[in-house]
């Protein structure tokens, strides 16, 4: 069984490795709706309680087939999920893109409880910040939700130093979600003390490079149209590939030392990072779950942890991690 690791000073706590769901809606091709539900009890059981969602995904499907997963299951688990995009059926208004109107914050916090069949969540995120609405404002919507029992903590995701500052000072933040992983390290230098400071979790999502560090990715173009990493991210484009795979490949090699596979180094790298990161790994099938969750048995050597910093500082990472349109939604 995981252990329990706090985010944050208010008070929660969730198991030390969480479980994303996005995959099982969007992103990463088909899903098999009787395997993802088969992979969060799978999951429930092993003591991965912390589970991600969004009304983002799908968009509004992956709240609604959480919600169907947990029923009789809610109080064995934390659910967080996200608001803050400007949402049509079909998925982002490309046009507004963000929506983190007060107002808007109200109906979506409603329409969330009834899609997840519970009367309250865990851990609401803003997922992405809106530069039409000040932080101050978010905050405070939050801070109504959760003084009403709708939500019980406030987090912020992909935010820049002085959003979480500011909205810091309004409702405490209980956790950062950003990328973060053995490939994705520029949280290191500046947020990583800020969190300290202020005693906010880090909740590292793709903390599996999308799937790269495993060794097992392909290039961009052999991906079908509609997997994020056939465009979304970079540092899969053919013209990166191979340069990036050497970095995979260290993490292979400290895999075979220990008799471990790939994605538990990558994860038990995280797990060593600070005992205030919890990451996300995400899957829709149970035997990538249960490896997944093997990292947290894994012990990495201080020369290990040198050898897997190392396989980044020293030749970098080709390509950058999201498009432009990503990017210009990304406070860092």
Request: glycine residues 10%; aromatic residues 8%; hydrophobic residues 40%.
């Amino acid at each position: 069984m995981l252990t329990k690791r706090k985010l944050g000073r208010q008070g929660l706590e969730v198991s030390e490795i969480g479980l994303g769901l996005m995959g099982m809606s969007q992103s990463y091709g088909p899903a098999n709706e009787a395997e993802s539900i088969a992979t969060i009890h799978r999951a429930i059981e092993l003591g991965c309680t912390f589970l991600d969602t969004a009304e983002a995904y799908g968009p509004f499907k992956n709240e609604e087939l959480l919600g169907r997963a947990i029923e009789g299951r809610r109080d064995q688990v934390t659910i967080a999920t996200k608001f803050g995009f400007a949402l049509t059926a079909s998925g982002i208004d490309l046009q507004r893109r963000r929506d983190s109107r007060p107002e808007h914050i109200r109906e979506v916090a409603d329409a969330m409880l009834k899609r997840l069949r519970t009367d309250h969540i865990d851990l609401l995120y803003q997922h992405r910040p809106d530069p039409e609405v000040p932080i101050e404002e978010v905050a405070g919507t939050v801070k109504d939700l959760i003084r009403a029992g709708k939500v019980r903590y406030f987090g912020l995701s992909e935010a820049g130093e002085s959003t979480i500052r500011r909205a810091h000072a309004v409702q405490p933040v209980s956790a950062l979600q950003s990328e973060y992983s053995i490939w994705e390290r520029n949280l290191e230098e500046r947020f990583f003390p800020l969190l300290r400071e202020l005693g906010i979790g880090l909740v590292p999502f793709s903390p599996l490079g999308r799937g790269f560090l495993t060794g097992t990715a392909k290039p961009a173009d052999e991906y079908a149209e509609g997997d994020f990493r056939a465009s979304g991210d970079f540092r899969f484009k053919r013209e990166n590939f191979e340069a990036n795979m050497r970095i995979a490949g260290i993490v292979k090699d400290v895999a075979q030392a220990h008799g471990a596979r790939p994605s538990q180094v990558a994860l038990a790298w995280i797990l060593k990072k600070g005992d205030f990161i919890v990451p996300i790994p995400g899957t829709k099938r149970r035997v990538w779950l249960e490896e997944n969750l093997g990292a947290a048995a894994l012990r990495l050597t201080e020369a290990d942890m040198k050898k897997l910093d190392d396989a980044v500082d020293k030749q970098g990472v080709a390509g950058e991690r999201y498009s432009e349109l990503y990017s210009s939604m990304v406070e860092r």
